[in-house]
């Protein structure tokens, strides 16, 4: 029987009462026969349940009533043989087999006479269950149990010999079990464990699985050796007895598994300590062919066998180690420790903890943060530590999302959390103590994590860093305000971002008595009750340095972050509180200066306030607009109403009242309340295009219905500029077209380049109304049956909303029939082109009684043109194929020297007979060569050699064939081979080498009046380089390195995925490596795929690497780029190319890291397309760490002018995780309109600055 076969059917899984049995084999049967075993191999005493099933049987007497069958026994035992039938099961009711009256009968069977069913744990029928003997004077009477050789003769009551065979027959199935005894394996769940810990000891032997029906103990009390432990300075070796002695269970895992498993406990087992540490404890199982204390045995010592087996453990301690913790930490990112120490993972079946066994604090402030690993009653310090997963002896911080905080606060001693309270602990050292139970050696242990004894540990340290020194950047939400507006401060600085989750919050108190000459200060401004920075205001009022006490009271700021881990802070209040607006005039000013006082230089960022008219300005989203009119030439004859949508742009401050929310200006249409809008400047007028005014100010609400109950609306928190979109109509429009409509009725000649303007503030802004004439275009003017065309409008008339992709109508007219008329989608928002594809014959047809039309209009209305004027038709004829040939070549261009390529040949004419299938088998078609190594036939035409071409389908005019270009080797240019074209059907072999040329030529004997008489292409044979790229710059090992190779001449057929064979990857310490086969991505591609497994031990399908290692990618390429000149040189033409990467060594140089180009967004995040001066924006890239390793980085932000001159400069430092990426922002208020170029960068830091990347630029221009 097949392995495949009997994996299979050992799957399947008999039910039954009490118990469930995995079957064992059986022979093929009749349909409703099925005979099944508990087991097929058995010895000894083991008992082996047998399971008959016939379907005949099922149903076909009263339940209360039993079936019995007659089962065959053929037995086979050295050179006995017995053949006996036995009864299975009793109707009379004193034996039980069946299972009520389903069918299935279930018995035993044993070769030992001292069994009784009894003894069995769960038999089906319990004590009525019918046993079946083999032996001698048993049911099946064979043997002598003096005489059988599986023990030696022992007079036990088995007389089966060793191998004997026991077949079980029912009717048309069988099933055969074997008396033979198995060898025991011994396996421990690891290699290693710590003297605290305990490891899982498992022996599989089916010759100790005796009970079928339940679970088997092993039991080796009082049996000296069985189970041994050998190691130097053991006192007592008997493990055995150990086992039993500690009430340790060994007991069968599941019923009829054969698999003992006891979890023992290195100390009190082994008696190992650790001070005894390290030890190598070996385990060895003597073997049996019928275990001590076997209850199914009469013997209690068992029976001994010859195989024994050992198995190696070894009990070691190791110091733990600090991994993976961050460095430097912040209140923003917290603290991430990970703990490595395999001895502490004591049990492989759980996720192991230790208690108290980790703290953090600082190794200086201005209280000692004195977190220790010792711990009160009244007060636990430390933090508990748990496994990552079952057996991986890495730990993590049980806390949650596995982190240490880190904030600014006051110090709280032995709280377990990290507090900076000073400028002395923001640059302290962070010290991260582990408590090691177990450390390498015993005389470590310096600490005790109780303080009563019992618990003394190593404490292990890692020396760190924490971050609360950031650079703070101080700006001004608006840097121009009137002397009654409101004063919005920005602070951006990420050391009051303490928690990631929650919006942050601080307050600070002017103090008006600080008054002093001018200046106000505010000193000891506190996060947490931490002083943090000092603040200053200096004031200019009256054009000159303030000289009287202001302010008459304190001003209270409260700031509060903009958003979850933003680290920007926002505060407003009332310039007022200051100065009075009596006192002030235009170009007073105040200078905000911070000072970060965490820091041992405080560094200090400024923002100059000045008080005068804030700056206006009024533009409209466009210059100039499509009119609003179209055409439907399915529905209408005439030019429908569209709404087209233009937007208007009001920049004034003084309406930004609240930087954290979007904000609106009512816009009231009422001229009674004229004078008190906020409005009440904004004026918008229609003038035609000979400077007539079409439409009033005055008119504009009442006339046009201009203005409706609606708003402008702030376009961001805090921008300051405030939109409204307006709808217009070219006639009043029907009541279910929504929103603000110019409903003044002008036609198409009135509105064509009329002006709409606004006025505001003394600003003006206008927006004309364009006609633009219409483009229709199609991607081909000639045409096929199956063929596809695109059809494309260009008409920025129809781009009437530039938040919405809209359609226009184009009209397809076959001459002679009935239109047809289809749609075009605008290929995106705001574009103006319409396009679409049709397949035709499917879309439109060119047939007319099967017979081709000559010619199809495609037509498209252009409601108004450029000058106003309605209705003007653009349209196109396409030409169905009457006549001219092509030829399309698959793959085009340039190919390699052995590439298959797919060659048709398009002739409509050549259709002769569109219900068969045409041939060309003339010479109207030829191919040639004008390779020199070619000496006989250089050109082929069909109907030569059995060239010929055969349609594609019937009516196609389509006619296809291969040619296959055969390599020319190095070996036949010196033999001097003659070489020629051949042929066989509608395949050609051109011989061919880099630098030759393929033309095929076709003879078209009916075209139209433009096309040739001859039709023909070239194709050019190269050879190409290589172009090999991983996935990654560099590795660490148990990575995956994806490589691809991009080789056009290895697409050899462009109709499959071809496959390069035997790609070479090797190592510094795997200098042999491994080859692997490249798939390419796609049929026609050219490009090729493979995954390389980077691994620390080497296995198959590999490679094997370490840290330091140079792996190399090795590509032979038979076909390199200057193939022809080293054949021509008599080198070998294959070349090999090579790629490097190295593994776990970091990239240096500006390879190291990869920084995006700088965007420009707003204080919330959302994208800027436009910038405006003295507004507030934040400049955004990101930084992306290459290498496998952390990286320190301070990544630079400069902002030239357009004369070159840098205007702006500023750095963010930090650390990159392995392979990491961090997000960058720092906010930029530009001075002036004008260009700027944005450059960012990546340097190691400022003091000694490596470059980590390339300059990345941008430009923006500033209104």
Request: hydrophobic residues 35%.
């Amino acid at each position: 029987m097949s392995l495949v076969l009997i994996g299979i059917l050992s799957l399947s899984i008999l039910s039954v009462t009490g118990h469930s049995i995995n079957s064992g084999l059986r022979q093929a049967a009749a349909v409703g026969e099925t005979i099944t075993a508990s087991k097929t191999t058995f010895f000894g005493s083991s008992v082996v349940e047998i399971t008959v099933s016939d379907d005949t049987l099922e149903d076909n007497n009263d339940a209360a009533e039993e079936d019995e069958i007659t089962v065959t026994f053929d037995v086979s035992s050295g050179g006995d043989h017995q053949v006996t039938d036995v009864t299975v099961g009793d109707d009379t009711g004193d034996v039980s087999a069946e299972i009520g009256d389903s069918g299935r009968f279930v018995f035993y069977v044993t070769a030992d006479d001292d069994i009784v069913i009894g003894d069995l744990n769960d038999p089906e029928f319990d004590a009525e269950s019918q046993l079946v003997f083999i032996g001698e004077g048993g049911d099946v009477d064979i043997g002598v149990d003096t005489q059988n050789d599986a023990f030696d003769g022992v007079d036990d009551g088995i007389s089966l010999n060793e191998e004997a065979t026991v077949q079980i027959i029912y009717r048309d199935t069988s099933i055969t079990l074997t008396y033979k005894n198995q060898k025991a394996i011994v396996t421990l769940d690891r290699s290693s464990v710590g003297s605290d810990g305990v490891f899982y000891l498992t022996i599989e032997d089916q010759d100790a699985n005796n009970d079928p029906t339940g679970r088997d103990d092993l039991n080796f009390d009082g049996a000296t050796d069985a189970l041994q432990m050998n190691y130097s300075g053991v006192a007592d070796n008997d493990l055995g007895q150990a086992i039993f002695d500690s009430g340790v269970d060994f007991s069968e895992t599941s019923d009829n598994s054969g698999k003992y498993t006891a979890r023992l406990d290195v100390n009190d087992i082994l008696d190992i300590e650790a001070a005894n540490t390290p030890k190598s404890v070996v385990v060895k199982l003597q073997d049996f062919d019928a275990y001590p204390n076997d209850p199914f045995y009469d013997v209690a010592a068992g029976v001994e066998g010859t195989d024994d087996v050992t198995r190696s453990l070894l009990v070691d301690n190791n110091d733990g180690l600090l991994q993976e913790v961050t460095n430097p930490a912040t209140p923003k990112s917290e603290l991430t420790v990970k703990v490595s120490d395999p001895d502490r993972n004591l049990d492989s079946k759980v996720r192991d903890r230790i208690i108290d066994a980790l703290a953090a604090d600082l190794s200086s402030g201005s209280t000692a943060d004195s977190d220790t690993l010792a711990r009160t009653a009244a007060n636990d310090a430390t933090i508990d530590l748990i496994e990552t997963g079952t057996n991986t002896g890495i730990f993590v911080p049980d806390t949650p999302g596995n982190l240490i905080e880190v904030t600014i606060d006051t110090v709280v001693t032995n709280n377990g959390i990290v507090e900076i309270d000073s400028a002395a602990s923001a640059k302290s050292d962070l010290l991260v103590k582990y408590a090691d139970l177990t450390p390498d050696a015993a005389d470590d242990l310096n600490v005790n994590i109780d303080g009563v004894g019992g618990n003394e540990a190593k404490e292990i340290q890692f020396k760190g860093k924490v971050a609360a020194n950031t650079t703070p950047v101080l700006s001004l939400g608006q840097t121009r305000i009137g002397a009654q507006d409101k004063v919005y401060l920005v602070l951006t600085d990420v050391d009051f971002n303490d928690d990631a989750d929650a919006i942050d919050t601080f307050e600070l108190t002017i103090p008006a008595d600080s008054f002093d000459n001018g200046t106000l200060t505010v000193e000891d401004i506190e996060f947490n009750s931490v002083p943090m920075a000092d603040l200053e205001l200096d004031s200019v009022i009256d054009k000159e340095d303030a000289g009287s006490t202001f302010p008459d009271n304190d001003i209270v700021l409260s700031f509060q972050e903009t958003g979850d881990n933003t680290g920007i802070f926002s505060a407003e209040f009332e310039y007022e509180l200051l100065a009075p607006a009596s006192s002030t005039v235009d170009g007073d000013n105040t200078e905000f200066t911070w000072f970060d006082t965490l820091l041992e230089s405080p560094l200090e960022s400024s923002a100059r306030l000045t008080i005068g008219k804030p700056d206006t300005k009024l533009e409209w989203q466009i210059k100039e607009f499509g009119l609003p009119f179209t055409f439907d030439p399915e529905n209408d004859s005439t030019v429908e109403v569209k709404r087209t949508r233009v937007k208007l742009f009001i920049t004034d401050p003084r309406f930004n009242t609240d930087s954290s929310t979007v904000e609106t200006i009512p816009l009231i249409p009422s001229s009674a309340v004229h004078g008190s809008n906020p409005l009440d400047t904004l004026e918008i007028r229609i003038e035609g295009a000979d400077g007539d005014v079409l439409v009033s100010a005055d008119d504009i609400s009442t006339v046009c219905n201009g203005f409706g109950s609606t708003s402008f609306t702030e376009t961001g928190a805090n921008t300051g500029i405030f939109d409204k979109t307006f709808d217009v109509f070219g006639v009043a429009p029907a009541d279910t077209l929504p929103g603000t409509a110019f409903t003044c009725g002008l036609d198409p000649e009135d509105l064509a380049n009329a002006k709409i303007i606004a006025e505001y503030d003394g600003e003006e802004a206008s927006t004309v109304a364009k006609g633009y004439t219409g483009k229709l275009t199609t991607s081909s003017r000639t045409i096929n049956t199956g063929m596809e065309i695109t059809v494309t409008v260009t008409d920025a008339d129809q781009n009437h909303d530039r938040d919405v992709a809209e359609q226009v109508k184009v009209e397809f007219e076959p001459d002679g029939l009935a239109s047809t008329f289809e749609t075009l989608d605008e290929t995106g928002n705001n574009t103006g082109i319409f396009q679409k594809k049709f397949k035709v014959g499917e879309d439109f047809t060119i047939l007319d009684d099967d017979e081709l039309v000559d010619d199809v209009t495609i037509r498209y209305i252009d409601a108004v043109s450029s000058n106003g004027s309605e209705e003007e038709e653009r349209e196109l004829k396409l030409l169905p194929p009457s006549s001219t040939a092509r030829i399309v070549v698959t793959p085009e261009g340039e190919v390699g020297p052995q590439t298959q390529l797919t060659v048709n040949i398009l002739d409509i004419d050549l259709n002769n007979d569109p219900n068969a299938t045409n041939f060309i088998d003339t010479d109207i078609l030829e191919v040639s060569s004008d390779s020199k190594e070619i000496t006989g036939g250089k050109k082929i035409s069909t109907g030569e050699q059995g060239f010929e071409l055969e349609e594609t389908d019937l009516n196609s005019g389509e006619f296809e064939f291969t040619i296959n270009l055969v390599p020319i080797t190095p070996e036949q240019k010196k033999d001097n081979v003659d070489f020629e074209i051949t042929a066989n059907g509608d395949e050609i072999d051109i011989p061919a080498e880099p630098g030759d040329k393929i033309a095929i030529s076709y003879e078209d004997k009916n075209h139209d009046a433009a096309g040739r008489d001859l039709v023909s292409i070239i194709i050019f044979v190269k050879s190409f380089d290589p172009v090999i790229t991983t996935d990654k710059q560099s590795y660490s090992p148990e990575d995956i390195m994806a490589v691809t190779i991009e080789d056009t001449d290895a697409n050899k057929d462009p109709d499959v995925i071809d496959t390069i064979e035997g790609v070479d990857v090797f190592s510094s310490s795997d200098r042999v490596g491994d080859n692997f086969d490249a798939t390419e991505t796609g049929a026609n591609t050219g490009i090729f795929a493979f995954e390389v497994p980077l691994l620390e031990e080497p296995q198959e399908d590999s490679v094997s690497v370490s840290v330091g290692d140079i792996v190399t990618i090795r590509y032979t390429d038979q076909y390199p780029a200057d193939y022809a000149d080293r054949i021509d040189d008599d080198d070998n033409p294959e070349k090999d190319f090579d790629m490097s990467v190295p593994i776990g060594t970091p990239i240096q140089g500006t390879d190291s890291t990869n920084v995006t180009t700088p965007t420009m967004k707003d204080l919330r995040g959302n994208d800027l397309t436009e910038l405006d001066a003295r507004v507030q924006a934040v400049i955004s890239t990101s930084i992306k760490n290459n290498n496998n390793l952390p990286q320190q980085f301070a990544a630079v932000v400069e902002v030239r002018d357009a004369d070159g001159f840098t205007v702006y400069l500023q750095w963010q430092t930090g650390t990159l995780q392995a392979n990491g990426k961090t997000n960058i922002g720092l906010s930029w208020t530009p001075d002036a309109p004008g260009n700027y170029e944005i450059r960012t960068f990546a340097i190691s830091n400022l003091s000694n600055p490596a470059v980590l990347s390339p300059v990345s630029t941008s430009t923006v221009t500033v209104s």
